[in-house]
């Protein structure tokens, strides 16, 4: 227990005694006990004077306190100096309220109790008992002389039966035949009036004797209030007449004792002790009004004094709480989330400080968690971002309003796009890409209208996106693999693939079925042709004439050429199908090139063939024998394409690519000629088999240029060079070979030439 609690409860305790000891008085005013309190009323009322000024200088001590605390500026004083006032005005007002009705209403209240029309009630009600009572000692006395006249004339026998029924009809309790000395003769009312008959008072007889009837009431002497009600009652003597003449002769009485209802004898007894207590309290009037209005001055002085003491106290206990919440409150706003100090209560407000303790715990716990959780979403949008731009899928994702939101490198890199500069822009508004976003966002439309059998958050097709011929493309068309989701918030994301490459190996491998079938089908009806055609010739010939012979000569040569096509088609088809394996060894790729183009010495010469070799390039890792035929593909459909032209040429050259940093990236093998360049059907399809721009030719040159390629994880580009003034300037074919042996010596283009 605090040392504020431990004055609190004393300060109470002397509080709740005062207002006992006046509380008690109060009650006493009203109660049985009353005597007590006004016999000690004088040092009562100065114990309670002693509790008040006690009170009064506890009030005067903490108010000079708090008076310090407010011109120090402490924290939190200005808030207790407010709970003390709304406390004491609380108890104050009220009080006086209170004490200026009372003051009012206790001094006309007792002025009405003293009023002349109290007074005069209290005498008429007093003077109405006393008439009822009077009556009915009156109706008694006259229904007992009546009763003993009749006895007297003889109409009525003394005996105890017509006593009984004389009692009946006058409704008593007891009728009795007295002697002169008021000996009872005969009686009736009961066992207990036969056995031990009441007697008659003397003076009551005297009385009767005198005027002939007595009657008075009896039983109500005792005080109002007693546990039983009185046993009232009438008791009335008349004299009996008698026919006797004779002196001396004896004289008897009749006694009727008729009970008072009990609820009559206590109503008189009540107006009697009313009308005595009045009496007496209008002699003490003055004395009992000041006894009033100085017990309610007290009991407001300690009323008001234990109020604003209390709310002194009860302020300071309010206020401790609320200070700690409040200096809580400031480090929290500072961002202090360290923890609070609480306040040792049960209470609510010990309550509420553990309560904002939690809590601040719980916001430090919280803000904590929110620094993991971002630390952990950095790393995870890092890790996510990582993987986006490592991934070899192109990824875009569009906002709920169909513009870029998000895209990876994959995506820049297959398009050949700069996608990174359109976000925040629709896919319809980037150059080239208006067919594509199109049929996406009508592909995107119809999944959430009526999705197909097996697609839920998820759709799937292929595309085919038409590009510009030139720049060093395969083709002027990407066939993209795209499939499309939605995210929550409306998003939308594509992600896409090129499989270009995937197509035409299907191609590449749908023709090599066909060569091999062709080569079976045909190769072996080609020689039985042939061989027939020349024994038609040797069985023929003698027996034609010289037209009919010549006729038959130039038939059988144009079949016997016509099967040799067909023999060299099959031929090649079948290399096409069969191509070996590639036996891989480290080669040097010049003095390869120089022993292919030795065949060509003549075009050398004539100046419409040129090479250039590059400067000691790392050896590369491949088959002699397939990339000898390789190089002669090439130039060979490069000495092709400028048949026609006087100032034809064709390039080869060999060149190494660096990294940034210097180191060899890949040795390059470039062909090109100043012919008319590819057609656009023959750039989409050129590495599949019977696609050729020659009028002769079986179009196999190029595929199997890309077979060997695939073989040697090499990479082929097609493509047309752009003329400076627009246009085609000629076609161009290279081969990257990234698989390299960098300890193999290199063989310099000088050396290369000289072994050529």
Same mark, same amino acid.
């Given at each position: 227990?605090t040392?504020?609690?431990?004055?609190?409860?004393?300060?109470?305790?002397v509080?709740?005694?005062?207002?006992? %000891?006046?509380?008690?008085?109060?009650?006493?005013?009203?109660?049985?006990?009353?005597?007590?309190?006004e016999?000690?009323?004088?040092?009562?009322f100065?114990?309670n004077?002693a509790v008040?000024?006690?009170l009064?200088?506890?009030?005067?001590?903490?108010?000079?306190?708090?008076a310090?605390?407010?011109?120090r500026?402490?924290?939190?004083?200005?808030l207790l100096?407010?709970?003390?006032?709304i406390f004491a005005?609380?108890?104050?007002?009220?009080?006086a309220l209170?004490y200026?009705?009372?003051?009012?209403?206790?001094?006309?209240?007792i002025?009405v109790?003293?009023?002349a029309?109290?007074e005069?009630?209290?005498?008429?009600?007093?003077?109405l008992?006393?008439?009822?009572?009077?009556?009915? @000692?009156?109706?008694?006395?006259?229904?007992?002389?009546?009763?003993a006249?009749?006895i007297?004339?003889?109409?009525?026998?003394?005996?105890?039966?017509?006593? !009984?029924?004389?009692?009946e009809q006058?409704a008593?309790?007891q009728?009795a035949?007295l002697?002169?000395?008021?000996?009872?003769?005969?009686a009736?009312?009961?066992?207990?009036?036969?056995?031990q008959?009441?007697?008659?008072d003397?003076?009551?007889?005297? !009385?009767?004797?005198?005027a002939?009837v007595?009657s008075?009431?009896e039983?109500?002497d005792e005080?109002?209030?007693?546990?039983?009600?009185p046993?009232?009652?009438?008791?009335?003597?008349a004299?009996? *007449?008698?026919?006797?003449?004779?002196?001396?002769?004896e004289?008897?009485?009749?006694? @009727?004792?008729?009970?008072v209802p009990?609820?009559l004898?206590?109503?008189?007894?009540?107006?009697?002790?009313?009308?005595? !207590?009045?009496?007496?309290?209008m002699l003490?009037?003055?004395?009992?009004? /000041?006894?009033?209005?100085g017990?309610?001055?007290l009991a407001l002085?300690?009323?008001?004094?234990?109020?604003?003491l %209390?709310?002194?106290?009860? =302020?300071?206990?309010?206020?401790?709480p609320?200070?700690?919440l409040?200096?809580?409150?400031?480090?929290?706003a500072r961002g202090?989330?360290?923890a609070?100090p609480?306040?040792?209560s049960?209470?609510?407000l010990?309550?509420?400080?553990?309560?904002?303790?939690d809590m601040?715990?719980?916001?430090?716990?919280?803000r904590?968690?929110?620094?993991r959780s971002?630390?952990?979403?950095e790393n995870?949008?890092?890790?996510?971002q990582?993987?986006?731009d490592?991934?070899t899928?192109?990824?875009?994702?569009?906002?709920?309003?169909?513009?870029?939101?998000?895209?990876n490198?994959?995506?820049?890199?297959?398009?050949?796009l *700069?996608l990174?500069?359109?976000?925040?822009q629709r896919?319809d508004?980037?150059?080239?890409l208006?067919p594509?976003?199109?049929a996406?966002?009508?592909?995107?439309?119809?999944?959430?209208?009526s999705p197909e059998?097996g697609?839920?958050?998820?759709?799937?097709?292929?595309?085919?996106?038409?590009?510009?011929?030139g720049?060093?493309?395969?083709?002027?068309?990407?066939?993209?693999?795209?499939?499309g989701?939605?995210?929550?918030?409306?998003?939308?994301?594509m992600?896409?693939?090129?499989?270009?490459?995937?197509?035409?190996a299907?191609r590449?491998a749908?023709?090599s079925?066909v060569?091999r079938?062709?080569?079976?089908e045909?190769?072996n009806p080609?020689t039985?042709?042939?061989l027939?055609?020349?024994?038609?010739?040797?069985?023929?010939?003698? /027996?034609?004439?010289?037209?009919?012979?010549?006729?038959?000569?130039?038939?059988?040569?144009t079949?016997?050429?016509?099967?040799?096509?067909?023999?060299?088609?099959?031929?090649?088809?079948?290399?096409?199908?069969?191509?070996?394996?590639?036996?891989?060894h480290?080669?040097d790729?010049?003095?390869?090139?120089a022993?292919?183009?030795a065949l060509?010495g003549?075009?050398?010469e004539s =100046?419409?063939?040129?090479?250039?070799?590059?400067?000691?390039?790392p050896?590369?890792?491949?088959?002699?024998t397939?990339?000898?035929?390789?190089?002669?593909?090439?130039?060979q459909?490069g000495?092709?394409?400028?048949?026609?032209?006087?100032?034809?040429?064709?390039?080869?050259?060999t060149?190494?690519a660096r990294?940034?940093d210097?180191?060899?990236?890949?040795v390059?093998?470039?062909?090109?000629d100043n012919?008319?360049?590819?057609?656009d059907?023959?750039?989409k399809?050129?590495?599949?088999?019977?696609v050729?721009t020659?009028?002769?030719?079986?179009?196999?040159?190029?595929?199997?240029v890309?077979?060997?390629?695939?073989?040697?994880?090499?990479?082929?580009?097609?493509g047309?060079?752009p003329?400076?003034?627009?246009g085609?300037?000629?076609?161009?074919?290279?081969?990257?070979?990234?698989?390299? @042996?960098?300890?193999?010596?290199a063989?310099?283009?000088d050396?290369a030439?000289?072994?050529?």
């Open positions: 227990m040392k504020s609690t431990r004055w609190a409860l004393i300060i109470a305790l509080a709740v005694t005062g207002v006992a %000891l006046v509380l008690g008085f109060v009650v006493s005013l009203s109660g049985g006990t009353r005597g007590f309190y016999r000690h009323f004088v040092w009562l100065w114990l004077v008040g000024a006690l009064l200088l506890v009030i005067v001590i903490a108010s000079a306190r708090l310090v605390r407010l011109k500026g402490k924290f939190g004083s200005r100096f407010k709970l003390a006032g005005l609380v108890g104050v007002l009220p009080g209170i200026t009705i009372s003051y009012q209403f206790v001094s006309r209240s002025e109790w003293f009023d029309r109290v005069s009630a209290l005498d008429a009600g007093l003077a008992g006393r008439g009822t009572l009077d009556a009915q @000692v009156a109706d008694v006395a006259a229904k007992t002389r009546l009763a006249e009749r007297g004339d003889g109409a009525l026998r003394p005996t105890p039966l017509a006593l !009984e029924r004389l009692r006058l008593a309790q009728v035949l002697a002169g000395n008021g000996q009872v003769v005969v009736a009312g009961g066992l207990a009036a036969l056995l008959p009441e007697r008659a003397p003076a009551l007889l005297r !009385e009767a004797a005198r002939r007595a008075r009431i039983g109500l005080e109002p209030g007693a546990a039983t009600p046993a009232a009652r009438v008791r009335a003597v004299v009996v *007449p008698s026919a006797d003449l004779r002196l001396g002769a004289e008897r009485y009749l006694m @009727v004792v008729q009970a009990p609820a004898a206590a109503q008189a007894l009540a107006v009697q002790a009313a009308y005595r !207590e009045y009496q007496q309290r003490e009037r003055d004395g009992l009004r /000041k006894m009033y209005i017990t309610l001055t002085v300690l009323a008001v004094f234990g109020a604003v %209390l709310a002194a106290v009860l =302020g300071n206990q309010l206020a401790r609320l200070l700690l409040a200096e809580g409150v400031r480090q929290v202090d989330l360290t609070k609480v306040f040792a049960t209470d609510e010990g309550g509420l400080t553990r309560s904002f303790a601040t715990q719980q916001l430090a716990d919280a904590a968690q929110v620094q971002v630390a952990e979403l995870a949008r890092t890790h996510l990582t993987i986006l490592n991934m899928a192109g990824v875009i994702v569009f906002d709920r309003e169909r513009r870029i939101d998000t895209v490198p994959g995506a820049t890199r297959i398009l050949k *700069p990174s500069a359109h976000r925040g896919l508004d980037v150059p080239g208006q594509l976003a199109e996406v966002w009508q592909r995107f439309e119809a999944h959430q209208a059998p697609e839920r958050d998820q759709w799937q097709d292929t595309f085919e996106l038409p590009l510009g011929a720049g060093g493309r395969e083709s002027d068309t990407l066939t993209l693999l795209v499939r989701a939605t995210l929550p918030g409306g998003m939308r994301l992600v896409f693939d090129d499989i270009s490459e995937v197509v035409s299907q590449t749908a023709w079925e060569a079938r062709l080569a079976h045909i190769k080609l039985p042709i042939q027939s055609a020349e024994r038609l010739q040797h069985k023929l010939e003698a /027996k034609l004439d010289d037209a009919g012979r010549a006729l038959l000569q130039r038939s059988v040569a079949i016997v050429a016509q099967v040799q096509a067909m023999k060299q088609l099959v031929n090649e088809f079948r290399d096409y199908a069969r191509l070996p394996a590639a036996q891989l480290p080669l790729l010049n003095r390869l090139v022993e292919v183009l060509y003549q075009h050398i =100046g419409r063939l040129r090479v250039s070799y590059a400067d000691a390039p050896a590369i890792v491949g088959d002699a397939q990339l000898r035929q390789v190089v002669h593909n090439l130039v459909n000495l092709d394409a400028i048949a026609e032209r006087d100032d034809g040429c064709v390039h080869v050259a060149e190494v990294h940034d210097g180191h060899v990236r890949a390059r093998l470039v062909v090109s012919g008319p360049g590819f057609a059907k023959v750039l399809r050129a590495f599949e088999p019977y050729t020659k009028s002769k030719g079986t179009g196999l040159g190029l595929a199997v890309k077979k060997i390629a695939d073989e040697h994880g090499a990479r082929v580009r097609i047309n060079r003329a400076p003034q627009g085609v300037a000629g076609a161009q074919v290279s081969l990257s070979f990234s698989k390299l @042996v960098e300890a193999q010596p063989t310099s283009p050396t030439a000289s072994e050529s």
